[in-house]
T-cell receptor, first 112, second 117 residues
Framework: AQRVTQPEKLLSVFKGAPVELKCNYS??????LFWYVQYSRQRLQLLLR??SRESIKGFTADLNKGETSFHLKKPFAQEEDSAMYYCALSPRVSGSARQLTFGSGTQLTVLP | ETGVTQSPTHLIKTRGQQVTLRCSSQ?????VSWYQQALGQGPQFIFQ???????GRGNFPPRFSGLQFPNYSSELNVNALELDDSALYLC????????????????FGPGTRLTVL
């Protein structure tokens, strides 16, 4: 069974400060990790996935298999980054249902 | 391109009743997944449909059932409603279940808020 843990329910930072949203996972196989974001009054949307190794809106996330972590980072937070962030895991198994297991989310508030 | 739509937006039922929630997948998508999101929690996988067949199920009892139609739209049915079924129900569609190397990005609908009294 897989599990995703986001230890912080709430996180506040000032504009321009670095931000790190923590995500730890447990899964015995090879996972795919994702970050989803939900802005106020909008639907859940994909922010980034670890296999793409891309930076989206200045956010990056590195998969650390040794620490089973996938923390989301941004060097300079902006007020528009305020949102609910969910870390999610999907088994990378051929023929799997590709179900997403989500963490409980971190509400990020960027203060002016 | 039309995004994922869900109906109704809100629904109030009483314990023991049955409910049907509907989802229209994004144009061209053939896979639909359903999630339950309780207040203060992340979405929890219920099941997935691909080509009109259930293709994976989370830890939900059989009173949660679904259908997928030839146009890839989908329904989630819940029988014998319980108070704990009160939640936001999310539908997500994706392009091609099973393609090797595919990103399988799931696109979410706005959800249906179910309240069970």
């Amino acid at each position: 069974a897989q599990r995703v843990t986001q230890p912080e329910k709430l996180l506040s930072v000032f504009k321009g400060a670095p931000v790190e949203l923590k995500c730890n996972y447990s899964y015995s196989g090879s996972p795919e990790l994702f970050w989803y974001v939900q802005y106020s009054r909008q639907r859940l949307q994909l922010l980034l996935r670890h296999i793409s190794r891309e930076s989206i809106k200045g956010f990056t996330a590195d998969l650390n298999k040794g620490e089973t972590s996938f923390h989301l980072k941004k060097p300079f937070a902006q007020e528009e980054d305020s949102a609910m962030y969910y870390c999610a895991l999907s088994p990378r198994v051929s023929g799997s249902a590709r179900q997403l297991t989500f963490g409980s989310g971190t509400q990020l508030t960027v203060l002016p | 391109e039309t995004g994922v739509t869900q109906s109704p937006t809100h629904l109030i039922k009483t314990r023991g009743q049955q409910v049907t929630l509907r989802c229209s997948s994004q144009s061209g998508h053939n896979t639909v997944s359903w999630y339950q999101q309780a207040l203060g929690q992340g979405p929890q996988f219920i099941f997935q449909y691909y080509r009109e067949e259930e293709n994976g199920r989370g830890n939900f009892p059989p009173r949660f059932s679904g259908l997928q139609f030839p146009n890839y739209s989908s329904e989630l049915n819940v029988n014998a409603l319980e108070l704990d079924d009160s939640a936001l129900y999310l539908c997500a569609s994706s392009l091609a279940y099973g393609l090797a190397g595919g990103p399988h990005e799931q696109f979410f609908g706005p959800g249906t808020r179910l309240t069970v009294l």
